[in-house]
């Protein structure tokens, strides 16, 4: 039997350096792809105690005829300890008996390695005029950043929660890293700055909360009821980045919250109905209204109403600020609103069902949708017409809505 080597960290402190570990990796992800090298399934064990695992992961090199395993272990109270709760060891086989030759103190190397993996995975994808990387690690790595980051910058920071919090069984229908969401709420938004709720789901509860609700799926902002965080709800589904990005903005240039509703929405992006800066709102007006999908006034763009434009009470942007730097939304595609961000209507009320016209205003100003050549009307008569077609609107949304819902 052959001698076994043991290498200190010490030892490979002083033999490793970034390049050597970048150009050895490469080389590894290379060998496993040209069928030179091969990796095995992993294996996973525990420790004694709740929060201490291990994996084996093992492989072998034909060209360098290497054989052997790695052990990383993740033992959460060697913190209380004073020592790291991450360790790996190396064990290298004699590849003719099989019997253990070099045994390496790998942890310091480990993190070569994984810094190295990134590293190799940036060179490779990353645009060559990139001026910005951020890489972190993943599983219990982390967690670890996540926890440090929270700590290091308490107060400084604003949490962005994504979906609804299930409260019912103690929260165990949504877990992170083995820890329910409704847990790591409660324990990170008190070390916040302000807390803004994404999407409809986070902001009133959304798909998940529809009848029956199994899983007691509850909004950001009542789950913090009553502990004096600022929240801010960014509704719709999906909400528009602009909308989130200018919230952003204005909290970290003028240090405070943006003007909120009383449903916690910044007025600047939810203080109007859609239906008021809507582009067939001129059709609602004349009362030219589609009747089904695809027939003459669908075509011709006619007000969406009747088929279940939700734009009346929804109150959004969407029909100014638009999606995706293309001045694209549902209604300009030829469907209807459907208030995804309006709680009590989206994925509430049956898709293709009135709306119920509450708020109709008359618009600032009166145009005709399809004016005849040579047939204007003098700016007194237009605005006599204006004042009549705005009374007149308003009459029709009501009685639209009351005859489709005695129909239904």
């Known amino acids: 039997m052959s001698q076994l080597a043991i290498i200190s960290e010490s030892t490979v402190r002083k033999i490793v350096t970034r390049q050597l570990a970048f150009d050895a990796v490469r080389s590894a992800f290379e060998a496993v792809a040209d069928d030179r090298a091969q990796v095995f399934d992993v294996v996973i064990g525990t420790g004694l105690n709740n929060g201490e695992a291990f994996a084996i992961k093992s492989g072998i090199d034909r060209e360098n005829e290497m054989v052997g395993f790695?052990?990383?272990?993740?033992?959460?109270?060697?913190?209380?300890?004073?020592?790291?709760?991450?360790?790996?060891?190396?064990?290298?086989?004699?590849?003719?008996?099989?019997?253990?030759?070099?045994?390496?103190?790998?942890?310091?190397?480990?993190?070569?390695?994984?810094?190295?993996?990134?590293?190799?995975?940036?060179?490779?994808?990353?645009?060559?005029?990139?001026?910005?990387?951020?890489?972190?690690?993943?599983?219990?790595?982390?967690?670890?950043?996540?926890?440090?980051?929270?700590?290091?910058?308490?107060?400084?920071?604003?949490?962005?929660?994504?979906?609804?919090?299930?409260?019912?069984?103690?929260?165990?229908?949504?877990?992170?890293?083995?820890?329910?969401?409704?847990?790591?709420?409660?324990?990170?938004?008190?070390?916040?700055?302000?807390?803004?709720?994404?999407?409809?789901?986070?902001?009133?509860?959304?798909?998940?909360?529809?009848?029956?609700?199994?899983?007691?799926?509850?909004?950001?902002?009542?789950?913090?009821?009553g502990t004096g965080i600022p929240?801010?709800?960014?509704?719709?589904?999906?909400?528009?980045?602009?909308?989130?990005?200018?919230?952003?903005?204005?909290?970290?240039?003028?240090?405070?919250?943006?003007?909120?509703?009383?449903?916690?929405?910044?007025?600047?992006?939810?203080?109007?109905?859609?239906?008021?800066?809507?582009?067939?709102?001129?059709?609602?007006?004349?009362?030219?209204f589609a009747e089904q999908f695809g027939d003459e006034g669908h075509l011709k763009g006619y007000c969406l109403y009747k088929l279940g434009c939700k734009g009346p009470e929804t109150f959004n942007n969407c029909s100014t600020l638009r999606f995706n730097d293309v001045g694209t939304w549902p209604v300009n595609t030829g469907h209807p609103c459907f208030g995804c961000s309006e709680e009590g209507v989206g994925f509430t009320a049956p898709l293709h069902s009135p709306a119920r016209p509450l708020y109709i205003t008359p618009p600032t100003q009166f145009t005709s949708a399809t004016p005849e050549k040579g047939k204007g009307a003098s700016a007194l008569a237009a605005a006599v017409a204006g004042a009549a077609a705005g009374a007149g609107a308003v009459a029709v949304g009501m009685n639209l809505g009351k005859k489709d819902n005695e129909e239904s």
């Not at 903005?249 to 008021?276: M, Q, S």
Request: proline share 7%.
């Open 231 to 288: 929240v801010i709800n960014i509704p719709g589904c999906p909400p528009n980045g602009y909308n989130f990005l200018s919230t952003v903005l204005y909290y970290v240039t003028f240090n405070k919250l943006p003007d909120l509703d009383e449903k916690l929405r910044p007025k600047f992006a939810y203080g109007r109905l859609i239906h008021e800066n809507c582009e067939r709102r001129p059709h609602f007006d004349a009362g030219r």
């Open 70 to 225: 790695k052990c990383g272990t993740y033992w959460a109270g060697n913190d209380d300890k004073d020592l790291p709760a991450h360790g790996s060891t190396i064990l290298l086989l004699d590849p003719e008996t099989g019997f253990p030759k070099v045994l390496v103190n790998a942890s310091y190397l480990n993190g070569y390695r994984t810094a190295a993996a990134n590293a190799v995975a940036v060179s490779c994808l990353a645009r060559s005029d990139a001026t910005v990387l951020g890489v972190i690690g993943a599983g219990h790595q982390a967690e670890e950043f996540r926890a440090k980051s929270i700590e290091e910058n308490k107060g400084k920071f604003v949490l962005v929660c994504e979906g609804s919090i299930p409260v019912k069984d103690g929260g165990v229908y949504c877990k992170i890293a083995g820890k329910p969401v409704l847990d790591i709420l409660k324990e990170t938004a008190p070390k916040a700055a302000a807390v803004i709720a994404i999407g409809s789901c986070a902001t009133w509860g959304g798909v998940p909360s529809a009848g029956p609700n199994p899983t007691g799926a509850t909004p950001v902002y009542k789950i913090l009821e």
